[in-house]
């Protein structure tokens, strides 16, 4: 089995441009999610996906951050007009789930975005 | 809301020395579950355990062996002859009714010859 992929692995873009992730989660995993991770922090989560229904929202992920799961496989993360705070990694982690258990989270390696 | 404490941001061990990475954790959920993940410089996170708030039995894998007390709300983590490719940043992350993990800030660990 493959793992979680990303890509792109690396961006660096000017403050004000549109930026654009993707994720591709573990074959036959139903729930995607996306993590921002900053120097020395912990993960802090910022959404995620059953299927292609976006079940959460952090209050993190403001206007100008979007994701979408459009057909319950791959997902997008796009963050308009960047600005130097978004510089952070941004990680992706699948899981398979049944009703009414937890699931274990497995991680991509991750997109980092620099803002210059 | 919950919240994950590492107090160790870093330790450096010797090869061949054992040590011990701390996580206390707050919930006001009744069935939780703890997790360890190890993220070594490469970047990506590595999955390593899982523990639900109802077994409180001790795991042992390896090197590596976990101590749930749910008493002290703790659930550290030791790795026994440490080598150098344990060098990482290993996280400590808690869910319970929501599905998001929350994260602690990290312990790194330097093993060196």
């Known amino acids: 089995d493959t793992g979680v992929s990303q890509d792109p692995r690396h961006k660096i873009t000017k403050r004000g441009q549109n930026v654009t992730f993707r994720c591709d989660p573990i074959?036959?995993?139903?729930?995607l999610y996306w993590y921002r991770q900053t120097l020395g922090q912990g993960p802090e989560f910022l959404t995620y996906f059953q299927n292609e229904a976006q079940l959460e929202k952090s209050r993190l992920l403001s206007d100008r951050f979007s994701a979408e799961r459009p057909k319950g496989s791959f997902s997008t993360l796009e963050i308009q007009r960047t600005e130097q705070g978004d510089s952070a990694m941004y990680l992706c982690?699948?899981?398979?789930?049944?009703?009414?258990?937890?699931?274990?989270?497995?991680f991509g390696p991750g997109t980092r975005l620099t803002v210059l | 809301a919950q919240k994950v404490t590492q107090a160790q941001t870093e330790i450096s061990v010797v090869e061949k020395e054992d040590v011990t990475l701390d996580c206390v954790y707050e919930t006001r959920d009744t069935t939780y579950y703890l997790f360890w993940y190890k993220q070594p410089p490469s970047g990506e996170l590595v999955f390593l355990i899982r523990?639900?708030?109802?077994?409180?039995q001790n795991e042992i894998s390896g090197r590596y062996s976990w101590n749930f007390q749910k008493s002290t709300s703790s659930f550290n983590f030791t790795i026994t002859a440490s080598q150098v490719v344990d060098s990482a940043v290993y996280f400590c992350a808690l869910t319970g009714t929501a599905s998001k993990l929350t994260f602690g800030t990290g312990t790194r660990l330097q093993v060196t010859l």
């Open positions: 074959s036959e995993h139903n729930r």
């Open positions: 982690a699948s899981s398979f789930v049944l009703a009414r258990s937890t699931d274990t989270q497995y």
């Open positions: 523990r639900n708030s109802f077994d409180e």
